[in-house]
């Protein structure tokens, strides 16, 4: 009994210093997080991308779903169908990875804006499409971000049957 004790009063404060403070941060261990796409159909730009509000420093996942599927060679912007982008900052310096994943069978892609676009014309840093709708795509950013920067990710349905996706935004110093 004795030894359980003492081993109890030495981890105690281990256990209290060691887990996420409140606003986490590096230091205080990975929070990894969860953010549902909200109703709101106002995020089908990347200029007014969907804020995603919440706590993480190791990883925070996106679950969205995509609904009218259409894409349109001939147009200037040649999605014409459910578009949703989200506002990501970033927790702390270092830097992000992205991995975009569904099982639906549509044709997705993703696209990477480095900083928040404004004004009518936007392209996008980065375009990722599926081969062969292989249900996943990723992205590793080549240069560390610094705290509080902000990233702008859209998932855009080319074709194919609606469905749920996942979008794992990930950070590391």
Do not use: K
């Not at 459910?82 to 702390?92: G, K, Q, T």
């Not at 892609?109 to 676009?117: C, G």
């Not at 560390?144 to 920067?149: K, L, N, S, T």
Request: a negative charge; glycine letters at 12%; hydrophobic letters at 35%.
């Amino acid at each position: 009994m004795h030894l359980r004790a003492s081993l109890a009063v030495l981890l105690l404060p281990l256990a209290v210093a060691c887990g996420p403070g409140p606003g986490g941060g590096p230091a205080d261990g990975p929070i990894h997080s969860i953010w549902e796409e909200d109703s709101d159909p106002d995020n089908n730009s990347a200029a007014d991308g969907e804020p995603v509000s919440v706590d993480w420093t190791g990883s925070v996942t996106i679950e969205g779903s995509m609904s009218d599927c259409g894409y349109d060679p001939d147009e200037n912007w040649p999605w014409t169908g459910d578009e949703d982008n989200y506002l990501v900052e970033v927790p702390a310096d270092g830097y992000l990875d992205a991995v975009l994943t569904w099982d639906t069978g549509a044709d997705l892609d993703m696209l990477i804006y480095f900083e928040p676009p404004s004004g009518f014309t936007i392209s996008p840093d980065e375009q990722l499409a599926s081969a062969d709708d292989d249900g996943e795509i990723s992205y590793l950013f080549d240069e560390a971000h610094d705290e509080g920067d902000e990233v702008v990710f859209g998932v855009l349905c080319a074709s194919g049957p609606n469905g749920d996706y996942s979008l794992r935004i990930g950070w590391e110093d």
